[in-house]
């Protein structure tokens, strides 16, 4: 029966992801066989629990990279040869005096998936004797091991399957061919005038306005945002300065501060080609996001100050900082922020998601790429 579940839970996870996120779909790798799960498991001295058997049967893991297939918790899905080598690499942590701690690693423990930038990942218990076999569990640096994921993987694998068929309701979210789990969103902000302005010489946090139109921007910030990112290094300038002013006023209305009058006029003032008003920490639009500021600190709202540092930046900063930090704003307002980007750029093609060689050959001024440069070079010589 578990053996069924399992299978059950992929089939409808494969039949969802083929028709949704044909890009994520193709990085599952073929079928373990059964010689080579027997011979893993001989190598770490355990028995594994039927479900990672059959899941193994179906299978091997995902490909690593960008497009990996990853569970809700960031975590890709590993193979034989994955399983071997990060359980391998947990047993070599130093636990301390005491040896093996239930709460941080046992030797019974096994790790079928991976964070990959960190030793964080999934694991199943594969303790015989105990009447947690087969329990799914979280491994975190810090804290150590943590049950209560899933009693069983057929289990975990069912709620995944669940949460795929849900879609949006459950934080499930595609772009470009691929599968993205988004966490839970704030409450958006409510909106309001924010009543008369504070006096010039009242106490308040200060706005960065060290800001400047032709500041340029690190490559490792387009990196984060993917073939997205990619986009916006080659487009033309004309573009990127229209996809900030949208990404800004979309950022505004999330945030609740597009209902502020000198937020308002200054957005609405760049969208008719005006130029934005002096940086001054005692102008009306600097006096009012340093206002709120004020709100949001008082309110432990960082979701908001976000915002409010934001929108100083797009009015007064370079345009492409401004889209990039818009949009990784975006995220904590709206699962759509992907899609929203790419629509502000003008819906053109994707490239593919760059590689260091792809920001060590970029020649965009505004663009910062010379450390890729230099990486690109040595490996080229």
């Known amino acids: 029966m578990t053996a069924e579940l399992v299978q059950d839970a992929w089939t409808r996870i494969d039949a969802w992801l083929r028709e949704h996120a044909p890009r994520t779909f193709a ?5 373990a066989g059964d010689k080579e799960i027997a011979a893993a498991q001989e190598e770490l001295g355990v028995i594994f629990p039927p479900d990672l058997v059959a899941s193994l049967l179906r299978h091997d893991g995902a490909l690593e990279g960008p497009e990996a297939f990853r569970f809700s918790s960031g975590d890709r899905l590993l193979g034989v040869s994955g399983i071997l080598g990060d359980t ?3 047993r070599g942590f130093d636990q301390g005096l005491d040896g093996e701690a239930e709460g941080y690693w046992l030797r019974d423990y096994v790790k079928f998936g991976s964070y990959d930038v960190t030793s964080d990942g999934l694991l199943v218990d594969c303790r015989t004797e105990r009447d947690s076999f087969g329990a799914v569990g979280r491994f975190f640096d810090e804290t150590g091991t943590r049950f209560g994921e899933a009693d069983s993987l057929g289990g975990y694998l069912s709620d995944v399957a669940g949460r795929l068929e849900c879609g949006r309701d459950a934080g499930v979210v595609t772009f470009n061919g691929r599968l993205f789990w988004e966490g839970p969103l704030p409450a958006r902000p409510q909106s309001g005038s924010g009543g008369p302005l504070p006096a010039p010489d ?3 946090p200060e706005l960065d306005l060290s800001h400047s139109p032709t500041d340029t921007l690190h490559a490792s910030h387009l990196d984060g945002l ?3 990112g990619a986009l916006i290094a080659i487009l033309p300038y004309e573009q990127v300065v229209d996809a900030a002013r949208k990404q800004l006023r979309r950022l505004a209305v999330e ?3 597009n209902s502020y009058p000198e937020v308002k006029a200054a957005l609405d003032a760049w969208e008719r080609g005006a130029a934005p008003p002096r940086p001054d920490q005692s102008g009306p639009l600097a006096l009012r996001l340093r206002a709120v500021l004020a709100q949001a600190d008082t309110g432990r709202d960082v979701t908001r100050r976000w915002a409010v540092e934001k929108t100083a930046l797009g009015i007064w900063g370079s345009p492409y900082r401004s889209v990039c930090e818009s949009a990784e704003t975006r995220s904590h307002f ?8 790419h629509a502000d750029l003008g819906s053109p093609p994707l490239p593919p998601i760059p590689d260091e060689p792809f920001w060590g050959a970029l020649r965009n001024p505004a663009i910062d790429s010379g450390w890729y440069a230099a990486q690109y070079t040595q490996a080229e010589g």
């Open 88 to 90: 391998g690499c947990m």
């Open 202 to 204: 009242e106490r308040l």
């Open 334 to 341: 709206t699962v759509d922020w992907r899609a929203d980007l």
């Open 27 to 31: 990085t599952l790798r073929p079928p």
């Open 255 to 257: 945030s609740g501060l």
């Open 226 to 228: 993917e073939e997205l």
